[in-house]
């Protein structure tokens, strides 16, 4: 089974700052999507970035950019300016070409000014 | 567009009781989905549905139903309630074409089972 890992409960930014957060993934298949969620205090779940396993090029949103090592099986999403609004939980997520989808248990950014 | 909306936001139950969660999309999706979010936790899979009439079982389908009678709605039913479904639901969409593989989450709904 597919499984999605994120190792660090809780990280810290100084506003203005950069941070990545890290998420690894299990899987055998290799057709697959992989995405960011943002999570803020209102409990929406917010897509903030994806990624499709078949590019190389890793996937970039504004401030918001990806660092994708298929081989490793590692997904990291970095934050660079941080700003107050980005303090959220932030859930990676996989997806096959099945309906099918599977988050990592969330990291909590906490954005200091 | 309101997008996907769930009703209620809050409900406390008492074991044994039953509910249904209301889950509205207005973008003409075809793929429907309910996740539970425990505390500390990531969403899991409980139901989800690739069209009218048809719905099908995710990671943790036990105690509940769904039904997809329209391509909008997308109820799901919690039969005697137990403390174990105490979280916090999230119903989702996405459309058939298109960016298939992105979800469109609700603002989910607190159920305490007490």
């Known amino acids: 089974a597919q499984t999605v890992t994120q190792s660090q409960p809780e990280m810290s930014v100084q506003e203005a700052e950069t941070v990545t957060l890290s998420c690894t993934y299990d899987t055998s298949e290799s057709d697959y999507y992989l995405f960011w969620y943002k999570q803020p205090p209102s409990r929406q779940m917010i897509l903030v970035i994806r990624q499709e396993a078949y590019k190389q090029q890793n996937a970039t949103e504004n401030r918001f950019s990806v660092n994708f090592q298929k081989a490793a099986k590692s997904f990291s999403l970095k934050i660079s300016d941080s700003q107050l609004g980005d303090a959220a939980m932030y859930f990676c997520a996989y997806r096959s070409g099945a309906n099918d989808m599977r988050f990592g248990a969330g990291t909590r950014l906490t954005v200091k000014p | ?114």
């Not at chain 2, 500390?40 to 719905?55: D, E, F, P, Q, R």
């Not at chain 2, 990671?59 to 509940?64: A, I, K, L, Q, R």
């Open chain 2, 1 to 114: 567009n309101a997008g996907v909306t769930q009703t209620p936001k809050f409900r406390i139950l008492k074991i044994g009781q039953s509910m249904t969660l209301q889950c509205t999309q207005d973008m003409n999706h075809n793929y429907m989905y309910w996740y539970r979010q425990d505390p500390g936790m990531g969403l899991k899979l409980i139901y989800y549905s690739v069209g009218a009439g048809i719905t099908d079982k995710g990671e943790v389908p036990n105690g509940y139903n769904v039904s997809r009678s329209t391509t909008e709605d997308f109820p799901l039913r919690l039969e005697l309630a137990a403390p174990s479904q105490t979280s916090v639901y999230f119903c989702a969409s996405s459309p058939f074409e298109g960016r298939i593989d992105e979800q469109y989450f609700g603002p989910g709904t607190r159920l305490t089972v007490t």
